[in-house]
């Protein structure tokens, strides 16, 4: 679980002031969003902008669940533009999260174990081939039969996404 400690890392001590005060108030942050790809975790939220105007800023923060570390984090403030490390908007959000995460959308509390969709696809493929007594030969050939499968899928993928990329330009 992230800490205050692992987040006081990534930003100076007074963006984490600052950052206090911003999360002291609900009214602060809003639209809070959680969303779960094991191991990593990712806030999203809007974030007031604190200069008087009524304004507010597009924020999300990432970060590892089982290590603890932050993985990502932007903002749509000039200071984060500006500045290496978090910008107290990042920080407020991180914050939000650590002191009371049931109130983002999506949170779950006890979240089951998930297996990657490739993983689980892998399994099917195994226990259709390999149900008889078979050897090791067949069992690599197995995997990589399936490993081979999947690096063509990915390179589909890239050229779709490519092809549609130009399509919008
Ligand atoms: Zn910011």
Redesign the pocket.
């Known amino acids: 679980m992230l800490s205050e400690d692992d987040i006081s890392r990534h930003c100076h001590a007074r963006t984490l002031q600052r950052a206090r005060s911003i999360a002291a108030s609900d009214r602060n942050i809003l639209t809070k969003q959680v969303r779960y790809n094991p191991p990593e975790t990712t806030l999203s939220a809007f974030?007031a902008s604190s200069s008087g105007w009524n304004d507010r800023?597009r924020?999300s923060v990432t970060f590892d669940e089982d290590e603890g570390d932050l993985v990502d984090y932007a903002?749509?403030?000039p200071?984060?533009r500006e500045y290496d490390g978090m910008?107290?908007?990042?920080v407020a959000l991180a914050l939000t999260y650590l002191d009371a995460p049931e109130k983002f959308m999506g949170y779950r509390a006890h979240r089951a174990p998930t297996t990657s969709s490739c993983l689980l696809e892998l399994m099917a493929v195994s226990y259709t081939h390999l149900t008889l007594p078979t050897n090791r030969e067949v069992e690599v050939s197995v995997v990589a039969g399936f490993l081979k499968k999947k690096k063509k899928e990915r390179i589909t993928d890239k050229q779709e996404k490519k092809n549609r990329e130009q399509i919008w330009i």
């Open positions: 974030v800023y924020t903002c749509t403030c200071a984060y910008c107290k908007h990042c």
